[in-house]
């Protein structure tokens, strides 16, 4: 079997509803929408979660919590994450899109400690634990905190 053979299951597709093409087609005239009424014009019918004038659900259920939109959204990598770079290499946003560790920047980068590394890298982040700075210092590295 080829991939330009494959069809679907017998019985498993419909043709499509073909509305508005003349009676003689069974869905003609109003073009199966009813007489007349708000569904029925064009541009017609209620937004989602329209309950008819009842109160809708989303404001009939409780409100719980708190949103800060002021948040920052740092991205997280690890240190054991690096060991795809090359020893004395430069690890900055680009580099970590690229080798497909971070699929964007985000609010900003920040490094955490977790893992090991045994050789030198340059980084450029712009933010990063205490326990990370010290285990890049010790294998010979170099960190530089760049602002957002």
Same mark, same amino acid.
């Given at each position: 079997?080829?991939?330009?053979?494959?069809?679907?299951?017998? $019985?498993?597709? #419909?043709?499509? #509803? /073909?509305?508005? /093409?003349?009676?003689?087609?069974?869905? $003609?005239?109003?073009?199966?929408?009813?007489?007349?009424?708000?569904?029925? *014009?064009?541009? $017609?019918? &209620?937004?989602?979660?329209?309950?008819?004038?009842?109160?809708?659900?989303? *404001? *009939?259920?409780?409100? /719980?919590?708190?949103?800060?939109?002021?948040?920052?959204?740092? &991205?997280? +990598?690890? +240190?054991?994450?690096?060991?795809?770079?090359?020893?004395?290499?430069?690890?900055?946003?680009?580099?970590?899109?690229?080798?497909?560790? +971070?699929?964007?920047?985000?609010?900003?980068?920040?490094?955490?400690?977790?893992?090991? +590394?045994?050789?030198?890298?340059?980084?450029?982040?712009?933010?990063?634990?205490?326990?990370?700075?010290?285990?890049?210092?010790?294998?010979?590295? *170099?960190?530089?905190? &760049?602002?957002?």
């Amino acid at each position: 079997m080829k991939l330009n053979e494959l069809r679907p299951a017998a $019985g498993s597709t #419909k043709t499509r #509803k /073909r509305v508005g /093409r003349g009676d003689g087609s069974g869905h $003609g005239g109003t073009s199966c929408r009813g007489s007349k009424g708000q569904n029925a *014009r064009s541009g $017609g019918g &209620v937004r989602p979660g329209f309950e008819g004038g009842q109160m809708p659900l989303t *404001r *009939r259920l409780p409100k /719980r919590g708190f949103f800060n939109k002021f948040r920052n959204n740092m &991205v997280i +990598i690890n +240190i054991g994450q690096l060991n795809k770079f090359a020893k004395d290499s430069t690890v900055d946003a680009d580099a970590l899109v690229s080798k497909g560790l +971070i699929k964007g920047i985000g609010d900003g980068i920040k490094l955490l400690g977790n893992g090991n +590394i045994d050789y030198p890298l340059t980084l450029k982040v712009n933010g990063i634990s205490r326990s990370a700075r010290e285990k890049i210092e010790a294998s010979g590295g *170099r960190v530089e905190v &760049v602002s957002c």
